[in-house]
């Protein structure tokens, strides 16, 4: 650290993301990366002319990747963001809606980004504790006195609360913004998009990173009310015009125009998450109801970070987490076939040698 850092950002620790390690090649289960490539139809359209017009700055706006996200779940354009990864959209919302000092509410266990920002940007984030098993208590996020940030499904429990009890949430707090993270949602198969055609203080954020295979292209969309939607674009103009840049607003509109690819490839990491928690079972692991595409898994073998640690020296990479709540637990990303049988029989192998 510099002596010229300034306090904030002296006062905390910043997001640890993942190990993206280049040493070797790993069967790589901990970033929740889709496992298969994104839609073949983007090889094709990456044409010579589009490698020249790199030259140029992208558009601010990509209305036809806007259109195609409002085709997708039946809304106006004018109720769709994009920006660079979900990421940056919950870092926009958090410069657009909140002046420092000012509260907000999230579950206890869940996105470790969300308390990350909220220092950066001097918001005091409070945590509601989530029940023991993870699930949430939709009680107490009634008539609330401050703006509330959910992820639906959660994570690293992979757990969902259903769209009628978002509804309730997002009626019972009508002046405060209820923000849902829905980065998993493909997985679940349900959306509450359709909710923000009714409510204006809902803003849905998802991201191509996890179903659509574009983690590396970097997009996040949000979608809500036009003008939720134009105070995100506020924040975009006043820090940067130009922060999708052309190759990935390409890439997510043919991402998300090929829904025959995306519901195959996405049905297929949903057959393989529920064959393989049957086969953690039969190990004796006990899991949560996962509806994402990751497996959040704990036995009373072996701690989560041992397993972490065994699956590591033999070339597999999962996510442990320290936090008391969850560090008997470990989070495995659902990966190929080929990849998930490899992780079972070394699974096998290091409860054997116990
Ligand atoms: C992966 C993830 C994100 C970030 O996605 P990007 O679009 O890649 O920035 C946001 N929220 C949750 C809950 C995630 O798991």
Partial sequence: ?????????????????????????????????????????????????????????????????????????????????????????????????????????????????????????????????????????????????????????????????????????????????????????????????????IYDNLLVIQTLSKSRALAGMRIGVAIGSPDLIEDLNKVKFSFHPYNVNRLSGLCAKIAVEDREYFESTVSKVIQTRERIKAELADLGFEMTDSQTNFIFAKTEKISGEGLYLELKNRGILVRHFSDPRTKDYVRISVGTDNEMNILVSSIKDILEKL
């Fill in 1 to 197: 650290m510099s002596r010229f850092l300034n306090n904030n950002l002296s006062s905390f620790d910043a997001y640890v993301p993942g190990e993206q390690p280049t040493d070797k090649k790993y069967i790589k289960l901990n970033t929740n990366e889709f496992p298969y490539e994104p839609s073949p139809r983007i090889k094709q359209e990456i044409t010579k002319e589009v490698i020249e017009d790199l030259r140029l700055y992208p558009p601010t706006e990509f209305e036809d990747l806007k259109q195609s996200v409002a085709n997708l779940y039946n809304v106006d354009k004018a109720q769709v963001y994009v920006g660079n990864g979900s990421d940056e959209v919950i870092a926009f919302s958090y410069m657009a809606f909140f002046d420092k000092g000012d509260k907000l509410y999230s579950p206890d266990i869940t996105y470790g980004f969300y308390s990350v920002y909220a220092k950066l940007f001097n918001i005091n984030l409070e945590k509601i504790a989530l029940k023991e098993d993870f699930s949430l208590y939709v009680e107490d996020y009634i008539n609330l006195d401050a703006n509330i940030i959910i992820a639906n499904p959660n994570a690293p429990s992979g757990l969902v609360i259903s769209v009628d009890d978002i509804e309730r949430i997002v009626k019972a707090n009508p002046d405060r913004l209820v923000i849902i993270d829905e980065a998993y949602a493909d997985f679940w198969g349900q959306s509450c998009v359709s909710l923000t055609k």
